[in-house]
């Protein structure tokens, strides 16, 4: 079992949407949450950070934790073409010389016009 | 705050030669990590530094690879000998300290005919 599960997709929806992309972990040392956005042949970039358990918002998306069922949500509101993007999901592993990223497969999300 | 530099871009190579890939972090980020990243799946952790230390190496991490961090700046990755599984997006990001968001560049993709 991997430690970051993520249902690899696609997702295809109309513009406007509502969009709900979802994780689960297994390692209960996870603390901090984060979501990237990566385009075609780009880098991860950074949307969303994560400690505590609850809804984190900044303008159409929001990160949601909830730390007793293992599970992390980003939505999506007024989903847009340029929203078009592979989503990931990952967790710091933090020990005494690191704090590497765990990441999930990612999911494929495609916004139709 | 020019982000994560890397170059280059796209390397193409023969099956057993030598390549090396840099990275410029974000300035006054002292932490910079490698991660390889495949087709459909999210980015795997390599290596990392804290300033010119190397702490971490992961078992992906071959003895044909190898990282360094001279003067706590930039930083090198050289495959020796390549093979075609070497084939890969690799990927390096900085964050300014323990626990704080890790920064992508745009990777280089490495094509291994």
């Known amino acids: 079992q991997k430690e970051v599960e993520q249902d690899p997709g696609p997702l295809s929806v109309p513009e406007g949407a509502i969009v709900s992309l979802n994780c689960t972990y297994s390692n209960s040392a996870f603390q901090y949450f984060m979501w990237y956005r990566q385009y075609s042949r780009k880098g991860p970039e950074l949307l969303m950070y994560t400690y505590s358990s609850g809804n984190k918002e900044d303008g159409r998306f929001t990160a949601q934790v909830d730390k007793s069922s293992k599970y992390i949500s980003l939505f999506i509101r007024d989903s847009q073409p340029s929203d078009s993007a592979t989503y990931l999901c990952a967790s710091p592993l933090i020990s005494y010389n690191t704090d590497k990223l765990i990441f999930g497969t990612g999911t494929r999300l495609q916004v139709f016009p | 705050d020019t982000g994560v530099s890397q170059n280059p871009r796209h390397k193409i190579t023969k099956r057993g030669q030598n390549v090396t890939f840099r990275c410029d972090p974000i300035s006054e980020h002292n932490r910079l990590y490698w991660y390889r990243q495949t087709l459909g799946q999210g980015p795997e952790f390599l290596t990392y530094f804290q300033n010119e230390a190397q702490l971490e190496k992961s078992r992906l991490l071959s003895d044909r690879f190898s990282a360094e961090r001279p003067k706590g700046s930039f930083s090198t990755l050289e495959i020796q000998r390549t093979e075609q599984g070497d084939s890969a997006m690799y990927l390096c990001?900085?964050?300014?300290?323990?626990?704080?968001?890790?920064?992508f560049g745009d990777g280089t993709r490495l094509s291994i005919l």
């Open positions: 990001a900085s964050s300014f300290g323990p626990n704080q968001p890790q920064h």
